[in-house]
DNA sequence: CGAAAACCGCACCTGCGGTACAGTAAATCG
DNA sequence: CGATTTACTGTACCGCAGGTGCGGTTTTCG
């Protein structure tokens, strides 16, 4: 009952980097079951085609990605009361953790599935939209927080604004891989800390 | 030497949109050959192989790409003599043109190829980084004569702002594409513009 | 010990990328 | 106009990858 979960999230583990490093279409079943050291049969015995693979990966994706956010925002704003400073220091740490990564983010698989779209099937694509979506109403609450507090110098939509954090990772994320420079992604990051230290200003007293 | 060159651009015109509606490797050379009205053989006579294809869409793509942003912000400076205006102007514009797509962005070739790495060889790979690498180029150079006349709210490197127009650009499709939203993409132009609005100010005599 | 669970082995089918090569229609140029 | 390229068509074929089917075998766990 456990050697069989261990065995999947092997295989998961082996066609993930294979994925973010080569594109899912480049990525052989073939190579993925040698790597792990199992046949094909063991493969299928796992998931009932590619298609059942590539949306076990996206749920795991999501669900660590969530923990990642949820733990290092809630840490940032344990290190600081004010809800726009907590959120600046969880931009700071979100960048630093981009910059420690060796040879740079790997990869969104979210980004990989959405250039890939119809190697896959409706449920997979609708995963990697609400995904997005509760991206945006976890960031568009912290900015809620904020702006409860702060004037803002510039009239933006606050969704918006919370669609820039993904946006800026994803931009980033591209933009790394393409130039295989590890630091043009927490460099983004600090330019959209950047924008948010100069949107938010203290409230003035009326 | 004409009717070559015609056939040659209508296989491309095909290959580009299903890539970019489905990725690379969804993408068969007998779907394209069916509906451009040739046979495989004709397809091989034009392009030795999927990854020729490949650099020749990409090649394209990219001029093209780069007479949009010539001419867009060339008109933008002529609207207005003011660097940090004109650049202003220039992102406005470009956000309309992206609100103006009927079905949203169809997506960025460099990104997908990006995501579809090892299915292409090494030249195709240096030329995304090169277009890339252009841009940053091209964006710095508008930021440098803007910095001339403005002080800068916060110190930030003018070669990573540059890198976030990209950045914008392909994280604003990766979400226009997942959500399958047009609006984002033209939302995040508007909000790197908002940044840059509140970025640079009036420089003060000292 | 017995029954699931977790595989292995093998055969086979399909579709796709790609090759090879001979033949042909159409455009172009002297 | 005639000859030569250019731009294809047609056919046959190869190898690889995804995927199916199914019978057999080992491992694990209650």
């Known amino acids: 009952m456990k050697k069989g979960q261990e065995t999947k999230s092997r295989i998961m583990d082996i066609a993930e980097a294979a994925i973010l490093a080569k594109g899912f279409g480049a990525t052989s079943i073939e190579e993925i079951i040698e790597e792990a050291g199992i046949t094909k049969s063991g493969f299928f015995y796992h998931f009932s085609d ?10 795991r994706y999501i669900s660590i990605e969530d923990e990642l956010f949820d733990g290092l925002f809630d840490r940032a704003q344990e290190l600081h009361d004010d809800p726009l400073h907590g ?21 969104c698989l979210i980004a ?26 976890r960031f ?21 604004l919370a669609d820039m954090v993904s946006a800026t990772c994803e931009g980033g994320i591209v933009m790394t891989k393409t130039l295989r420079d590890p ?15 100069l949107l938010f200003t203290e409230r003035k007293p009326n």
Not at 50 to 59: I, M
Request: net charge positive; charged share 35%.
């Open 50 to 59: 590619k298609n059942a693979l590539a949306k076990a990966l996206l749920e």
């Open 87 to 107: 959120f600046l220091i969880g931009l700071k740490l979100l960048s630093e953790l981009m910059a420690d990564l060796p040879n740079g983010h790997p990869g």
């Open 112 to 137: 990989t599935y959405c250039y890939n779209e119809r190697l896959f099937d409706k449920e997979v694509r609708e995963l990697s939209q609400r995904a997005m979506l509760s991206w945006r109403k």
């Open 183 to 197: 630091d043009v992604l927490p460099q983004q990051i600090l330019m959209l800390r950047s924008y948010i230290k």
């Open 140 to 160: 568009r609450k912290a900015f809620d927080k904020i702006a409860e507090k702060y004037d803002m110098r510039d009239d933006v939509d606050l969704d918006h």
